[in-house]
Each structure stands twice: as structure tokens, then as C-alpha cells.
């Protein structure tokens, strides 16, 4: 059984346009997702259309799925990177080793014998994994819509925009303070539906990115096989995590970081976070049990607080 949990972030559910602050509001499906954009500012449908048609271009070079992408003909080992392409490739190694490769932007090939690309499901041999990582593909499936943000962020900044808050298919991008300096709520999404587990406040622009168990998955003979994979042994990733929400400055880097520290596992992710300090994380237990790092602003559950010292 296929299952994709529609992405919704409770992000901005109650920030909606007002006669007396209008916004542009416009809702696309792209990459796969659908994303809810609102953007307040004298300039709001200028820079709307730009970050649209960004959108549309980042989804026509980095499908991994069309084989018309620049990333398809890249695999096929045709296509030169231009300037601003190789700079995201070379973002993505590097993110690659800064999570010690728990983070792999190459790992197109094990993702494919899975069926996570033609939604033919399967549980691929150990050997096959063996044979698929030998011949490594690009995949930016992890990092492209954190990218995004980052991107729209840019375009926001060239208009005259007052705030923003762009959910980017469950990827969150903040941009700008809200008018009475109030914080940007967004909520934790609840793996089984219902209210979410709690709501960060957020100020001014700031990315907010979930990778879970639940978001794309399918089930064999009562085993649920989930897309975030370790690159160690080609299999779903199982930490003990259900879900990892980074909260980052850099979009491209929370997501990645999402990502990586989900297949990481709570005592590495830890780790990682102790010697950096560009992100915030929670992190959501297959118990239940929910950790964030001391600099989360996380209200409205439980949870136990990670310190930078013990
Ligand atoms: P995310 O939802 O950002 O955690 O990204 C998950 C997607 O990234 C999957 O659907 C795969 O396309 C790809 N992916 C899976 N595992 C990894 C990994 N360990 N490193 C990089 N990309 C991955
Ligand atoms: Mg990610």
C-alpha cells in the first residue's frame, strides 16, 4: 500500500489575507507536492510570479523522475553544469560531509530499485543494493525544496515585501517579521493526523523542515518499508525516529540536516548539533517521546530539552 500524507504543516493556517493586509495567496503543485504561498508587501504579486516561475524551474532541472531534467541528463552522463548549478551540486557534497554521509545527494540509484520513482514498490535484495551503489545517481530529493526556500527568500528581498510565510510541500520559509512583532506559529505535524504535537515560534525569515517515517511509505507483509534510506546499508533508516524538524536559517541546510539526522538516529543527531550553531531540531521518538534542542522555542507538549552542555 502506497501512502502519502498530505504535507501540511499547520503553518499559517491562521494568517490568512485581511481586507485591511492583503496578500497574495496562491496555491501550485510542484515537485510532486503542493505548495501554499502568502506573501504581504506592496510588491507581493511581482515577487509571487517570480517565485513561481523559480519553482518551475528548480522542478524542470532537478526532477530525478523526468529524464527531460538537466539532473536526468547529468545521470546519464550528458549536460555541463552551468555556474549556479554546480554551486548546488557542490552544496550538496559538502552537506554530504558534514553529516559524515548520512545526508547522500547520490543515492538515486538504491532509491529507484526501491520504486519510490514509478510507484512500483518493492523490497530490493541485498545484492541488488550492493550492484545500484556502484553506480551512484544523483538525487536531490532531500535538498530541493529547502533550496527553494533559500531561493525565494533572494527573490524576496529584490521587491518591497513585509513578510511571507511559504509552505513549500511541509518545508517552511518564513520570511520578515510579522507586524506586531508577534511570532510565526508553526506547527509540528502529528504523524497520525490531528492536531500537531506542538507549535514552534519562529521570528523573522527562518526555514522549517520536517523528514518523517510517515510521509511517504509503503507496507509488505506488515512492514512498513519509509523513503529516507541510510546510506550504509540501503535500507529504510531505522533510529528509532519518526520524524526530525530542523529549524535553520538556510533552507537547503535544514533540509538536508532533516533529513540526515533522521537516518542519524537522536544520541549522533545530538552530536551534530552540539558542535554546530546554525540550527535548532525536535525530534519526534517512535515511542512518542519528543526531545528539542535547547534553542527551539516548542510550546503546547511535553518534551525533554537538550542542552549544550549535560
Ligand atoms: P526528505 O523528505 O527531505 O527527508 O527527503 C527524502 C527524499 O530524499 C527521499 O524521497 C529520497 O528521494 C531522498 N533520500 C532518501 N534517503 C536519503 C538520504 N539518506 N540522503 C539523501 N537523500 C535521501
Ligand atoms: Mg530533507
Known amino acids: 500500500m502506497r501512502k502519502i500524507l498530505p504535507v501540511l504543516l499547520m503553518a499559517a493556517l491562521l494568517m490568512g489575507c485581511s481586507a485591511s493586509e492583503p496578500c497574495a495567496h496562491q496555491t501550485v503543485f510542484c ?24 519553482l518551475q524551474v528548480l522542478e524542470s532541472t532537478w526532477s530525478a523522475t523526468d529524464e527531460n ?13 552551468d555556474k549556479a548549478q554546480q554551486d548546488f551540486l557542490d552544496q550538496a557534497l559538502a552537506l554530504q560531509e558534514r553529516t559524515g554521509g548520512a545526508f547522500d545527494p547520490k543515492l538515486g540509484s538504491v532509491i529507484a530499485l526501491w520504486g519510490f520513482y514509478d510507484d512500483a514498490y ?5 545484492q541488488e543494493i550492493t550492484e545500484a551503489k556502484t553506480a551512484p545517481k544523483w538525487d536531490l530529493g532531500a535538498l530541493v525544496k529547502g533550496y527553494a526556500g533559500s531561493r525565494a527568500v533572494e527573490i524576496l528581498e529584490q521587491f518591497d515585501i513585509d513578510r511571507a510565510i511559504l509552505n ?3 518545508n517552511i520559509q518564513t520570511y520578515g517579521e510579522k507586524e506586531n512583532g508577534t511570532p510565526w506559529n508553526i506547527g ?34 506488515g512492514v512498513r518499508y519509509h523513503h529516507i534510506l541510510d546510506p550504509k546499508t540501503g535500507m529504510s533508516a531505522d533510529s528509532g525516529l519518526s520524524s526530525v524538524t530542523v529549524i535553520c536559517a538556510d533552507g537547503a ?39 528539542a534542542t535547547e534553542g527551539a522555542s516548542l510550546s503546547g507538549c511535553e518534551y525533554e530539552v537538550i542542552r549544550h552542555e549535560n
Open 31 to 54: 515537485m510532486d507536492t503542493v505548495m501554499d504561498l502568502q506573501i504581504w508587501g506592496q510588491e507581493r504579486q511581482q515577487a509571487m510570479d517570480a517565485i513561481v516561475e523559480m
Open 69 to 81: 531534467t538537466f539532473l536526468s541528463a547529468l545521470n546519464r552522463g550528458e549536460g555541463t553544469p
Open 122 to 126: 518493492r523490497v530490493p535484495t541485498a
Open 168 to 170: 513549500l510541500g511541509g
Open 188 to 221: 509540528v505535524q502529528n504523524p497520525t493526523g490531528g492536531d500537531a504535537l506542538g507549535a514552534l515560534a519562529i521570528h523573522g525569515t527562518m526555514a522549517v523542515v520536517t523528514s518523517g517515517d510517515y510521509q511517504r511509505y509503503f507496507e509488505l507483509d
Open 253 to 291: 541546510v535544514a533540509d538536508a540536516l532533516s533529513t540526515a539526522l533522521f537516518v542519524m538516529g537522536l544520541e549522533e543527531a545530538i552530536a551534530l548539533w552540539r558542535q554546530s550553531d546554525d540550527f535548532e531540531a525536535v525530534f519526534l521518538l517512535q515511542d512518542g517521546t519528543i526531545y
